[in-house]
């Protein structure tokens, strides 16, 4: 991955995953009990940061944690060196008595990637946790007969007891792509974006689809641009719910633009000299790029900068 993709937020994760230990409760116990155990918190989807003046500090001591509320779930993400690294939720009310701690702050992921509230070392490992938690939350139910299901493997499978059924966390793959076509390149907008915000065309990745299929697919659903080649660059977690973004470079064969009028509101083609006046905030119709720590900044970068083709 080069230098430009790496340093996006959510990239860095050090964590030794350690899934020889996720089935050894007595083990992970001990680890837990240690001096240096640090816990990450939740409060539903929101995360619980320690303030230090005018920093942030994102791990509590299982004791500090088990002090802000309730444990709803407790899991085992992994090793920082020897450190071993827990998440923590606790019931989403908490999030409204804690915002009135001046010693704590309640705020959610992409905020603390966006401001850098946090090392990057730290983020990838809530990124983890976030998606992780979220999936616990949303998967009570076994899927194959209805029952409730349990959390086994220090939080890394769900068992169905009824059925003997295991189920296992998700990640959605997600195709995110800038086409081009010599100098110019084409982006979208969806309504939720804040004003005056274009990016990169994205979508899901269907069952039975390829990297390259998806793109092209996608593109021509949303834009109704034909691709010929596409070229894969980087993937960066996106813990919004729980998605992987799979970003390409794609070559636009058609000029002319259909907007579904559904995922996006808005789509035209820039050259790579609004694309750079955006990405530096100076663009005369005031258009902005996605935010730095956002994989499409980093793939629309690559092409307006550093001069990449598909």
């Not at 991955?1 to 964590?15: A, I």
């Not at 274009?198 to 299929?213: K, M, Q, R, V």
């Not at 955006?278 to 720590?293: K, V």
Request: net charge negative.
């Amino acid at each position: 991955m080069s230098d430009r993709f790496s340093k996006l937020g959510y990239v860095t994760n050090p964590l030794d995953r350690r899934a020889d230990l996720r089935d050894r409760p007595e083990a992970l116990q001990a680890l837990r009990a240690g001096a240096d155990a640090g816990v990450l918190v939740f409060a539903g989807d929101v995360s619980i940061l320690k303030r230090q003046g005018d920093a942030c500090e994102g791990l509590f001591s299982p004791q500090e944690a088990d002090a802000l509320g309730t444990a709803r779930e407790t899991l085992f993400l992994g090793l920082d060196g020897t450190r071993p690294l827990f998440a923590q939720e606790i019931e989403a009310e908490a999030a409204e008595r804690l915002s009135t701690v001046g010693s704590l702050m309640v705020i959610d992921a992409r905020s603390i990637a966006v401001q850098g509230l946090l090392p990057a070392s730290l983020i990838g490992p809530l990124a983890e946790a976030k998606a992780l938690l979220h999936w616990h939350r949303k998967h009570k139910f076994c899927a194959a007969c209805g029952a409730a299901s349990r959390v086994s493997s220090a939080g890394w499978k769900r068992i169905c007891d009824s059925c003997t059924a295991e189920h296992f966390p998700r990640t959605d793959p997600v195709v995110i792509m800038l086409s081009v076509k010599g100098d110019k390149c084409v982006l979208g907008r969806q309504a939720r974006f804040p004003p005056g915000m274009y990016s990169c065309l994205a979508g899901f990745l269907e069952p039975g689809e390829t990297i390259e299929a998806a793109v092209r697919r996608e593109t021509l659903e949303e834009a109704g641009v034909r691709t010929g080649h596409v070229r894969y660059l980087a993937s960066q977690p996106w813990p919004f719910p729980a998605s992987l973004m799979m970003g390409c470079l794609a070559e636009a064969l058609n000029d002319d633009l259909t907007v579904d009028g559904e995922e996006l509101e808005h789509a035209r083609w820039f050259t790579r000299d609004e694309v750079r006046q955006m990405l530096e905030g100076t663009h005369p119709e005031g258009l902005l790029a996605p935010q730095p720590m956002a994989i499409a900044n980093a793939i629309m970068k690559s092409w307006a900068l550093d001069g990449e083709t598909p």
